[in-house]
C-alpha cells in the first residue's frame, strides 16, 4: 500500500474522508506492528488516545490538527518523559515544552511518541543508545541494518510509515544522513531559524531542530510549523519564514547549481557517483548551468567539527551531575564521588570519550592550539561557502558516502564512523541549510540520497531544488 | 603520543568522570588517535584569521531587565533525585 503524505491527508481530513481517530489508530496499529524495530523510547497506546480525545472535543481550526507526529526523544515534552538516550535523564520528566513541540502542539498535532537517538545525538548509527539500537524498516530478514543517526528513530518512523512526519536534530549530520539511510525526506534548516529552547544540547553552536518527511511538499508544510523567533534562544533569528509550500516552484530554468570538486572523495563507491551525476544530468535538462565550484578547505571539516563539538559538548554535559534532574549513583560517600560515578554510571561510552575530548582541547596550555585553531578554520570553510554562492543559486552533492551499514558495523573505530559525515559536516559548520532527498538505490537495492544545499536563510530555493529533483524521479 | 595515563586522569578529574583501569587504557588509545587525525589542521594556515564563534548574523538581541518571578521552585524540584525542605539534598560537604 503506497505511503499517504501530509498534503493528502489533510484533504482527506477536511472533507471528512476518515476522521482523526480512524487515521490514528491505523497509525497506532503500524506502530504496534513494528515494535521489533524498536522506533522508539517512548510510547503510550493510552497517550495517544487521550490526545485523540481532546481534539475531538475541540471546535477551532488548526492546520495540523489531528496529523500523527514522532518526536525524538532530545526534545522536552510534558506529556512524555525525555531521556536523550541516556540512562542519565532515564526517568526525567520535564516540566516544560521545547519550542519546537510546542509549535506542533498549538497547531493540533498529534505526537505519536518520543524516538530513539543516539545518546545525547552523538553518533552516526543510532547504536549509541542507552535504551538500544534502532532496525533500520528497509532490513531484510537476518541482516539488520542501521538507520543511521543520530536522529535514526525519526528516520525510520517516517520510513516504516508509523507518522507523516517527524522532527529531528542535525549538529552534523544528524538529519540528512539518517533521512539518507532510510529512504526518506530530511531537512535542516538554516541555523537560527528554528528556536533551540527546549532541545538538550549537545553542540550549541551547531545543534538545529529540522524536519523528516514521506516527501519534500510535506516537509515544505512542516518547516513553516515549527519555524520561527524565540527571545529565549540568543541565537534564534528574527526573519519571515515564508509559505514554503505554497511558494514551491520546480522550474529551475535559469538557475546555477555548484558542484563542489572536493566531494569528490577517494574510496566513495561508484553508485553514490553516479547518482551524482544522474542529478546533475537531470537539473543540465531542467536549463539549470552547471558550475564547478571549489570548497578548498573541505577535507578539514571533519577535523574541525571534531574539535568544536566535543568541546561545546563538554561544557553542555557538565550540568548532569546528579542532583538537579535524572540519574544519581547509589555510591555517594563524598559529594565529589556523587559527581564522578554518577557520570561513570550515567554516560555511555561515546558521550564519555567526546566528554574528555572535549574537555582536553579546552584545558589550560591547549585551548589554542586546538579550540580556537579550529574556530578559525571554521571560518574559512565558511568563507569557502559564501564565495561559492555568488556564483551559484544551490549546491548540490551526495548525502553520505555509503548506502545503510550494517547494524553493528564500524563500532570500534571512532574515526571510521566519524567518517559518515564527511558530506553533511561542512554546511553545518558554516550554519547553512540542507536537505536530502531519496535518489536511485545501491546494487542491493537500499535507497542513496542527494543533498541540496542552499545560502542562509533561502529554504525556499532549496525546497524548489528539491522538489524538482524529485518530481523528476519518481 | 599526547595522552598518557596522568593527562588521562587529569582529564577525566576535571570532567568528574571516574574512570577504571581498562576503560582509561581504552580512552588512551581513542583519545591519541582521534588527536593524531586532527593534527591536520595544522597544515591550514589561519593567519590573521578571526574565529568563528557565532555563525548567526543577527545581533545579540536585548530584552527588557524586568524581573519576572514565575514561582516554580516546586517544578524544578519535582525531577530532583534528592530534596529537603524546598532545596536540593546532596551528600554532606563539612563535617
Same mark, same amino acid.
Request: hydrophobic share 35%.
Given at each position: 500500500?503506497?505511503k499517504?503524505?501530509?498534503?493528502?491527508?489533510?484533504?482527506?481530513l477536511?472533507?471528512?474522508k476518515?476522521?482523526?481517530r480512524?487515521l490514528n489508530?491505523?497509525?497506532?496499529k503500524?506502530i /504496534? &506492528? !513494528? #515494535?521489533? +524495530?524498536?522506533?522508539?523510547?517512548h510510547?503510550?497506546?493510552?497517550?495517544?488516545?487521550k490526545q485523540? $480525545?481532546?481534539?475531538?472535543n475541540?471546535?477551532?481550526?488548526?492546520?495540523?490538527?489531528?496529523?500523527?507526529?514522532?518526536?525524538?526523544?532530545l526534545?522536552?515534552?510534558?506529556?512524555m518523559?525525555?531521556?536523550?538516550?541516556?540512562k542519565?535523564?532515564?526517568?526525567?520528566?520535564?516540566?516544560?515544552?521545547?519550542?519546537v513541540?510546542?509549535?506542533?502542539?498549538d497547531?493540533?498535532?498529534?505526537?505519536?511518541?518520543?524516538?530513539n537517538?543516539?545518546e545525547?545525538?552523538?553518533?552516526?548509527?543510532t547504536n549509541?543508545?542507552?535504551?538500544g539500537?534502532?532496525?533500520?524498516?528497509?532490513? /531484510? &530478514? !537476518? #541482516?539488520p +541494518?542501521a538507520?543511521?543517526?543520530?536522529?535514526?528513530?525519526?528516520?525510520?518512523?517516517?520510513?516504516? $510509515?508509523?507518522?507523516?512526519g517527524?522532527?529531528?536534530?542535525?549538529?552534523?549530520?544528524?538529519?540528512?544522513?539518517p533521512?539518507s539511510?532510510?529512504?526518506?525526506?530530511?531537512?535542516?534548516?538554516?541555523?537560527?531559524?528554528?528556536?533551540?529552547?527546549?532541545?538538550?544540547?549537545?553542540a550549541?553552536?551547531?545543534?538545529?531542530?529540522g524536519?523528516?518527511?514521506?516527501?519534500?511538499?510535506d516537509?515544505?508544510?512542516?518547516?513553516?510549523?515549527?519555524?520561527?523567533?524565540?527571545?529565549?534562544d540568543?541565537?534564534?533569528a528574527?526573519?519571515?519564514i515564508?509559505?514554503?509550500?505554497?511558494?514551491?516552484d520546480?522550474d529551475?530554468n535559469?538557475?546555477?547549481?555548484?558542484?563542489?570538486k572536493e566531494?569528490?572523495?577517494?574510496?566513495?563507491p561508484?553508485?553514490?557517483?553516479?547518482?551524482w551525476?544522474?542529478?546533475?544530468?537531470?537539473?543540465?535538462?531542467?536549463g539549470?548551468?552547471?558550475?564547478?565550484?571549489?570548497?578548498?578547505?573541505t577535507?578539514?571539516a571533519?577535523?574541525?567539527?571534531?574539535?568544536?563539538?566535543?568541546?561545546?559538548a563538554s561544557?553542555?554535559l557538565?550540568?548532569?551531575?546528579?542532583?538537579k534532574?535524572?540519574f544519581r549513583?547509589?555510591?555517594?560517600?563524598?559529594l565529589?564521588?556523587?559527581?564522578?560515578?554518577t557520570?561513570?554510571?550515567?554516560?555511555?561510552?561515546?558521550?564519555?570519550r567526546r566528554?574528555?575530548i572535549g574537555?582536553y582541547?579546552?584545558?589550560?596550555?591547549?585551548?589554542?592550539?586546538?579550540?580556537?585553531k579550529?574556530?578559525?578554520v571554521?571560518?574559512?570553510?565558511?568563507?569557502?561557502f559564501?564565495?561559492?554562492?555568488?556564483?551559484?543559486?544551490?549546491?548540490?552533492?551526495?548525502?553520505?558516502?555509503?548506502?545503510?551499514?550494517?547494524?553493528?558495523?564500524?563500532?570500534?573505530?571512532p574515526?571510521?564512523?566519524?567518517?559518515?559525515d564527511?558530506f553533511?559536516v561542512?554546511?553545518?559548520?558554516?550554519?547553512l541549510?540542507?536537505?536530502?532527498i531519496?535518489?536511485?538505490k545501491?546494487?542491493?537495492n537500499?535507497?542513496?540520497?542527494?543533498?541540496?544545499?542552499?545560502?542562509?536563510?533561502?529554504?525556499q530555493?532549496v525546497?524548489?531544488?528539491?522538489?524538482?529533483?524529485?518530481?523528476?524521479?519518481? | 603520543?599526547?595522552?598518557?595515563?596522568n593527562?588521562?586522569n587529569?582529564?577525566a578529574r576535571?570532567s568528574?568522570?571516574?574512570?577504571?583501569g581498562?576503560?582509561?587504557?581504552?580512552y588512551?588509545?581513542?583519545?591519541?588517535?582521534?588527536?593524531?587525525w586532527?593534527?591536520?589542521?595544522?597544515?591550514?594556515?589561519?593567519?590573521n584569521?578571526?574565529?568563528?564563534?557565532?555563525?548567526s548574523?543577527?545581533?545579540?538581541?536585548?530584552?527588557?531587565?524586568?524581573?519576572n518571578?514565575?514561582n516554580?521552585s516546586?517544578?524544578?524540584?519535582e525531577?530532583?533525585?534528592?530534596?529537603?525542605?524546598?532545596?536540593?539534598?546532596?551528600p554532606?560537604?563539612?563535617?
Amino acid at each position: 500500500m503506497p505511503k499517504s503524505s501530509l498534503k493528502q491527508t489533510l484533504k482527506d481530513l477536511e472533507t471528512k474522508k476518515i476522521s482523526i481517530r480512524e487515521l490514528n489508530q491505523d497509525y497506532l496499529k503500524r506502530i /504496534k &506492528e !513494528n #515494535e521489533n +524495530l524498536n522506533v522508539f523510547i517512548h510510547f503510550s497506546e493510552e497517550n495517544v488516545l487521550k490526545q485523540i $480525545d481532546n481534539l475531538e472535543n475541540n471546535n477551532s481550526e488548526k492546520k495540523l490538527k489531528g496529523i500523527p507526529i514522532a518526536i525524538k526523544d532530545l526534545f522536552c515534552t510534558k506529556n512524555m518523559p525525555t531521556t536523550a538516550a541516556s540512562k542519565i535523564l532515564e526517568n526525567f520528566h520535564p516540566t516544560y515544552e521545547s519550542f519546537v513541540t510546542q509549535k506542533l502542539l498549538d497547531e493540533g498535532s498529534i505526537f505519536v511518541g518520543k524516538t530513539n537517538l543516539d545518546e545525547f545525538a552523538m553518533g552516526s548509527a543510532t547504536n549509541t543508545s542507552f535504551f538500544g539500537n534502532t532496525i533500520n524498516p528497509l532490513s /531484510k &530478514e !537476518n #541482516e539488520p +541494518l542501521a538507520p543511521g543517526g543520530s536522529s535514526g528513530g525519526s528516520a525510520a518512523a517516517v520510513a516504516a $510509515d508509523l507518522c507523516l512526519g517527524a522532527t529531528g536534530t542535525d549538529t552534523g549530520g544528524s538529519i540528512r544522513q539518517p533521512a539518507s539511510f532510510c529512504g526518506v525526506v530530511g531537512i535542516k534548516p538554516t541555523y537560527g531559524l528554528c528556536s533551540r529552547w527546549g532541545i538538550a544540547a549537545f553542540a550549541s553552536s551547531l545543534d538545529q531542530a529540522g524536519i523528516f518527511s514521506h516527501n519534500v511538499e510535506d516537509a515544505s508544510i512542516l518547516l513553516k510549523s515549527i519555524a520561527g523567533f524565540d527571545q529565549r534562544d540568543s541565537t534564534s533569528a528574527k526573519v519571515d519564514i515564508p509559505n514554503y509550500f505554497e511558494n514551491l516552484d520546480d522550474d529551475l530554468n535559469g538557475k546555477t547549481v555548484g558542484i563542489p570538486k572536493e566531494y569528490s572523495i577517494d574510496g566513495t563507491p561508484m553508485e553514490i557517483s553516479q547518482i551524482w551525476e544522474d542529478a546533475i544530468k537531470v537539473l543540465e535538462k531542467k536549463g539549470v548551468k552547471i558550475k564547478n565550484i571549489s570548497l578548498p578547505h573541505t577535507k578539514y571539516a571533519l577535523p574541525t567539527y571534531y574539535i568544536i563539538a566535543p568541546a561545546e559538548a563538554s561544557s553542555n554535559l557538565a550540568r548532569y551531575d546528579g542532583v538537579k534532574y535524572g540519574f544519581r549513583s547509589e555510591e555517594i560517600d563524598s559529594l565529589d564521588e556523587m559527581y564522578e560515578n554518577t557520570r561513570a554510571q550515567g554516560f555511555g561510552r561515546e558521550v564519555k570519550r567526546r566528554i574528555l575530548i572535549g574537555t582536553y582541547v579546552l584545558s589550560a596550555g591547549y585551548y589554542d592550539a586546538y579550540y580556537l585553531k579550529a574556530q578559525k578554520v571554521r571560518k574559512l570553510i565558511a568563507d569557502d561557502f559564501n564565495k561559492a554562492f555568488k556564483e551559484c543559486d544551490f549546491i548540490v552533492t551526495p548525502t553520505a558516502p555509503s548506502a545503510a551499514f550494517p547494524l553493528n558495523e564500524k563500532q570500534n573505530d571512532p574515526i571510521k564512523m566519524y567518517l559518515n559525515d564527511v558530506f553533511t559536516v561542512p554546511a553545518s559548520l558554516a550554519g547553512l541549510p540542507g536537505i536530502s532527498i531519496p535518489f536511485g538505490k545501491d546494487k542491493n537495492n537500499l535507497p542513496l540520497g542527494i543533498q541540496i544545499l542552499g545560502k542562509h536563510f533561502d529554504e525556499q530555493q532549496v525546497f524548489n531544488a528539491a522538489v524538482s529533483l524529485e518530481r523528476s524521479y519518481e | 603520543m599526547k595522552i598518557d595515563k596522568n593527562t588521562i586522569n587529569k582529564i577525566a578529574r576535571l570532567s568528574r568522570i571516574k574512570l577504571d583501569g581498562k576503560e582509561s587504557e581504552d580512552y588512551i588509545k581513542d583519545l591519541n588517535s582521534i588527536l593524531d587525525w586532527v593534527e591536520q589542521l595544522n597544515e591550514v594556515n589561519t593567519e590573521n584569521v578571526e574565529p568563528l564563534s557565532n555563525i548567526s548574523s543577527s545581533i545579540l538581541p536585548k530584552r527588557e531587565d524586568v524581573s519576572n518571578d514565575t514561582n516554580s521552585s516546586e517544578e524544578i524540584l519535582e525531577n530532583a533525585p534528592d530534596k529537603l525542605e524546598g532545596f536540593f539534598a546532596v551528600p554532606k560537604v563539612v563535617e
